[in-house]
């Protein structure tokens, strides 16, 4: 084991950790009324306690564990069974294995708390519970295992995601899209304006997003390497350019650039590079960043309007759409030199091609378990809150607190 390696992958998890709380909390929280606001931060706060549960039990055997096929891990693993302080040859071979499975736990955390954007301020907090569950285990679990696990099919066959883009993004963004649709609107949407009631709190908590993300990218070097180091220059490069272009976009579009805008597009970039920082320049990284910078809010600013779905903050159009344009984006622009692979730009048609089946298998993978999950649960409890307790607010219906206390 290196010391230097396993102490870089534990602050990298702890860094991961921080983008589910305080970051996403407070950045969801932020854009939600004031009487939503606590449903929001319980709603992170309790997927890091159930899934971490659900991860040592069961999940992290599923998504790495023994391969059955390439398709599911056994349960050799089950409750961490035969999982300890020596290092893995798969998985981090200076490292040891309860660093591997504690950092790729925060992924198995972040994944459907990113969700929670899409049925903010309408879905029942028991079947929100029941579905995360439900989702970690048959939809996130397995495309881990198809694109990460040593032997799984996808990475069999030479798909690329550094750190997330698809398992992470494109898996919660796709299925945020599903629930959205599902659910249905929040009352009074496209009748009146619903505005974030905390811009402060949506800032503070992209600010710890963006930091915690470096642990999300160069943390998945698995060592404090040349590799590490790369990932996080390209995750700043593309980060910057992706919420500067936004706000110019918007700026142009609309006539002010806002903080929100600018929030949102470094999110954006974020996402979007999470599948390619360790395979692309510096400057393909900052192109990658201005591209999704302005993909995003295309898909936020107009397409959603188009189509009138209501995903509340932007799951999926931050997160499916960068998540799509990034995994395709390490098909172009991946280099010999940065990573040993290639792209398009490179002469390499076959990656891309690979690029491409791994978003369709992802995408339709999502919709069809998320289709199921949803009816399954709808079936059992009701997946929607009430109309009157939606009205009141969730805070109060579901939680019984208030947020805020007026002192007279």
């Not at 023994?66 to 490292?95: C, F, M, Q, R």
């Not at 790729?104 to 579905?131: D, H, V």
């Not at 796709?174 to 905390?198: D, E, F, T």
């Not at 309007?305 to 395709?328: E, N, P, R, W």
Request: proline residues 3%; glycine residues 12%.
């Amino acid at each position: 084991m290196n010391s230097g390696d396993t102490a870089w992958v534990l602050t990298a998890t702890a860094l991961v950790l921080l983008m589910t709380i305080p970051g996403l909390a407070f950045f969801y929280g932020g854009l939600v009324r004031r009487k939503n606001v606590l449903s929001i931060m319980i709603q992170c706060f309790i997927v890091v306690c159930v899934i971490s549960l659900h991860w040592m039990l069961i999940g992290y055997s599923l998504a790495f564990g023994p391969s059955i096929s390439g398709i599911i891990g056994n349960l050799d693993w089950i409750g961490l069974t035969g999982v300890g302080a020596e290092p893995h040859s798969a998985y981090g071979k200076t490292i040891p294995h309860f660093a591997f499975m504690s950092f790729q736990m925060m992924f198995a955390i972040i994944t459907p708390a990113l969700m929670i954007g899409a049925f903010a301020e309408r879905m029942k907090f028991s079947a929100f519970l029941i579905f995360i569950l439900l989702w970690a285990t048959v939809v996130y679990a397995p495309l881990a295992h198809w694109v990460w696990n040593a032997d799984g099919w996808l990475g069999g066959l030479g798909a690329l995601d550094f750190a997330g883009g698809i398992v992470v993004h494109v898996s919660s963004g796709i299925s945020a899209l599903v629930l959205a649709i599902m659910l249905g609107k929040r009352l009074g949407y496209n009748h009146r304006p619903i505005r974030p009631h905390n811009l402060p709190f949506t800032v503070l908590g992209g600010a710890l997003l963006w930091v915690g993300w470096f642990g999300f990218n160069a943390g998945s070097s698995l060592a404090a390497d040349g590799l590490a180091a790369q990932a996080m220059v390209a995750t700043q490069a593309a980060t910057a350019a992706a919420a500067l272009t936004w706000v110019l976009v918007e700026w142009w579009h609309n006539g002010s650039p806002t903080v929100l805008g600018a929030v949102t597009g470094a999110i954006g970039g974020l996402v979007a590079i999470t599948p390619a920082c360790g395979f692309v320049s510096p400057m393909s990284a900052m192109m990658i960043g201005m591209m999704s910078g302005a993909l995003c809010y295309l898909a936020v600013a107009v397409i959603k309007g188009k189509l009138g779905y209501d995903d509340s903050l932007d799951a999926f159009g931050v997160h499916g759409v960068g998540g799509i344009f990034g995994t395709m984006a390490v098909g172009v622009f991946a280099q010999e030199a940065y990573g040993g692979k290639t792209g398009l730009l490179s002469g390499n048609v076959e990656q891309f091609a690979v690029q491409g089946l791994l978003v369709v298998v992802a995408v339709a993978f999502a919709i069809a378990m998320t289709f199921i999950l949803y009816k399954i649960v709808d079936a059992i409890i009701g997946m929607r809150v009430e109309e009157k307790n939606e009205i009141v607010g969730l805070d109060l219906t579901q939680q019984s607190e208030s947020a805020y206390t007026v002192i007279e």
